[in-house]
């Protein structure tokens, strides 16, 4: 299983994405994801995900995930085909529905039909990569892989319809089991060959109470929308070594292939903790 960690995106003060895409580089990490929001205090993922690209060149950049239907699909296919470009064909596109509607509102978009439009956006997102009718022709044939995350039957159908893997978007490793197992089945019912590609995620922050008071208080911020549920998610956080390797352990044990672990405080030194724990 490959290991990828998140850039602090939309973490307060997150804002130095070069200096920690430099050092994810010099690690052991695979990738770099960021997250995606509109009506919050973030920074904007394709922007972001091309500038980790440009100090970068082992590294895949992807979007943990971006929320599809508040852009346009000619708008979508325009930035993940340029930071395509940008990372020499390093892009993974993963995109979801998004769960707050006040992305949406923000951004200006109906969400009242946003289901029926993302599985249009994800057809015609091909289309433009081929075609590259309003885009520069993507480094990777045919475009980015895309995965597609999400949990209820319809967006495992997409996935197994019209993307190359799953994204799920957090948890313990036995509700990514149950997921994987459930992206599995959708994908044979779709008579797709092979299988899909399966990707995870976690929280962390790791160098004792004080980092872990912050991460949780961000938690708790991000999923404010959730109501109390958001208090469980903040108790998630992995804040010990421990902790992380038993979590690395149980989704490797269920078949994840790339996990990608998000920091929940922006210190740099975050990345030299995780690298010392993975060691």
Known sequence: MDI???????VPGGTDVVGWARRAEEGPFASVGVLDRVAYRSLDPFPSLAA???VTSRIRVVTMVAVGPVRSTALLAKQAATVDQVSGGRLVLGLALGARLEDYEAAGADPGDRAARFS???AAL??????????PPPVQPGGPPILVGGLVGSALWRMARFADGYVHGGGPPRAFARAASEAAAA???AERPGRPELW?????A???DDVNERGAAYLRDYYAFTGPFAERIAAANLTTPHAVRDFVRGYEEAGCDHLVLLPTVSDPSQLDRLADVLS
Request: glycine fraction near 18%; proline fraction near 3%; aromatic fraction near 12%.
């Open 200 to 204: 995870g995620q976690g929280y962390f």
């Open 187 to 189: 994908w044979v019912d």
């Open 126 to 135: 091909r289309d433009h990569f081929e075609d590259a009718d309003v885009c």
């Open 206 to 208: 790791l160098g004792g």
């Open 52 to 54: 980790a690209a440009a």
């Open 120 to 122: 249009d956006q994800l």
């Open 4 to 10: 990828g960690i998140g850039l602090p995106t939309t």
